[in-house]
């Protein structure tokens, strides 16, 4: 079978580099120490080759990012109640509220599900043993 002239291993090669490219590119998960009277909370989004491409901007506390596919951010917030919030390309917004604890870490796993017309953004605060696994297969962005 011919792909349109190029031999085949050249076509592997690029089917295989436009899946990876997918995916964030960054240095792998690191766990963040919390600093005196602060906690952290990780915003991470699992890389699935069925997902939605779409970025969703999320936000906990006072900062935001759009966070791609594979991808994770370390806030480091104030203690109290902390607000994560999350927006796809509809006007629908995704929020959970997290009770930080000084020196604590938590978790947030960001999902998109396919919508129409737009994918919107779904999130869940999730244990230590839950997201470990799936967050070590992240990227800081």
Same mark, same amino acid.
């Given at each position: ?23 964030? #590119? ?16 990780? =915003? ?21 990012? +759009? ?13 109290? %109640?902390?607000?994560?919030?999350? #927006?796809?390309? %509809?006007?629908? %917004?995704?929020?959970?509220?997290? &009770? ?10 960001? #999902?998109? =599900? ?12 999730? &244990?230590?043993? %839950? =997201?470990?696994?799936?967050? &070590? +297969?992240?990227?800081?962005?």
């Amino acid at each position: 079978m011919k792909l349109g002239g190029f031999p085949r291993t050249i076509a592997i090669s690029l089917m295989l580099g436009a899946i990876s490219g997918c995916a964030v #590119q960054g240095e792998s998960f690191g766990r963040v120490e919390p600093p005196l009277g602060k906690a952290v909370i990780y =915003a991470y989004r699992p890389f699935t080759y069925s997902g939605v491409s779409a970025d969703p901007f999320v936000k906990c506390g006072h900062n935001g990012l +759009q966070l791609g596919p594979g991808g994770y951010h370390a806030y480091v917030e104030e203690a109290g %109640t902390v607000i994560c919030h999350a #927006q796809g390309e %509809t006007s629908k %917004t995704a929020e959970v509220k997290i &009770d930080a604890k000084p020196g604590e870490s938590y978790y947030v796993k960001v #999902q998109m =599900a396919a919508a129409f017309p737009y994918p919107d953004a779904a999130l869940n605060a999730v &244990d230590a043993a %839950t =997201a470990g696994p799936e967050i &070590d +297969q992240c990227k800081r962005q």
